[in-house]
């Protein structure tokens, strides 16, 4: 008599489990995904700089000094410094696109550079300072060549732009000491970015912005 009360019971606890677990599965394949990050590379002169401008942007997760677009593999920064080996010094930003879209992180870019020098940016010469969008989608490509056509025909400024698109390539991290040298090393940073007179260009650059 009591195995047959246990097993009415077990019956009554099982069969409302087995009528949950389908609404559970249901529940969670649709609850929304979390938003997934993309990333942006970008040649502007000095890593140090463009990793500066690029963390104060919102939605922003993480920002990587390193070299792209040349032929030498694992390069090291005695040999891009040397500008023979045909990489840039670039910065990868990882952003939500969520909170930032990539057309916004082409505005910061713009606005951090000197689109009209060719080779080099401010006091850096030499064409591992060039700049450069590397884009890396078809979606980005557009993006990127249908904002620096704007720029062309808007600008607020004299000269040619000389700002290059290309396909991102492999992409390889600067040296610890590098990453996030404006914090690490303020005073050096701001002796630089003064000197190389980087902020007093972009103001003559962009005045009427």
């Given at each position: 008599?009591?195995?047959?009360?246990?097993?009415?019971?077990?019956?009554?606890?099982?069969?409302?489990?087995?009528?949950?677990?389908?609404?559970?599965?249901?529940?969670?394949?649709?609850?929304?995904?979390?938003?997934?990050?993309?990333?942006?590379t970008f040649g502007g002169g000095c890593f140090?700089?463009?990793?500066?401008?690029?963390?104060?942007?919102?939605?922003?997760?993480?920002?990587?000094?390193?070299?792209?677009?040349?032929?030498?593999?694992?390069?090291?920064?005695?040999?891009?410094?040397?500008?023979?080996?045909?990489?840039?010094?670039?910065?990868?930003?990882?952003?939500?696109?969520?909170?930032?879209?990539?057309?916004?992180?082409?505005?910061?870019?713009?606005?951090?550079?000197?689109?009209?020098?060719?080779?080099g940016q401010f006091c850096d010469h030499g064409?591992?300072?060039?700049?450069?969008?590397?884009?890396?989608?078809?979606?980005?490509?557009?993006?990127?060549?249908?904002?620096?056509?704007?720029?062309?025909?808007?600008?607020?400024?004299?000269?040619?732009?000389?700002?290059?698109?290309?396909?991102?390539?492999?992409?390889?991290?600067?040296?610890?000491?590098?990453?996030?040298?404006?914090?690490?090393n303020p005073v050096r940073y701001g002796y630089?970015?003064?000197?190389?007179?980087?902020?007093?260009?972009?103001?003559?650059?962009?005045?009427?912005?």
């Amino acid at each position: 008599m009591m195995l047959m009360i246990l097993k009415e019971i077990s019956r009554h606890i099982v069969l409302p489990c087995m009528l949950v677990l389908p609404l559970l599965a249901a529940a969670q394949a649709t609850k929304p995904a979390a938003p997934a990050s993309a990333v942006a590379t970008f040649g502007g002169g000095c890593f140090w700089c463009m990793e500066e401008a690029f963390d104060k942007v919102p939605g922003v997760i993480s920002t990587i000094s390193g070299y792209m677009g040349g032929r030498t593999p694992d390069p090291t920064y005695q040999q891009v410094s040397t500008g023979t080996t045909g990489h840039n010094e670039v910065v990868q930003v990882r952003f939500d696109p969520a909170k930032v879209s990539y057309l916004q992180l082409l505005e910061v870019f713009w606005r951090n550079i000197d689109p009209t020098q060719a080779n080099g940016q401010f006091c850096d010469h030499g064409s591992q300072y060039r700049s450069e969008i590397f884009f890396h989608d078809e979606a980005q490509r557009k993006a990127a060549e249908a904002s620096r056509a704007a720029l062309l025909k808007n600008k607020p400024f004299a000269g040619d732009v000389h700002t290059l698109v290309t396909r991102a390539s492999r992409f390889y991290p600067a040296e610890e000491y590098h990453q996030d040298y404006y914090r690490k090393n303020p005073v050096r940073y701001g002796y630089y970015k003064s000197a190389c007179g980087r902020e007093a260009r972009l103001k003559e650059i962009w005045q009427s912005k």
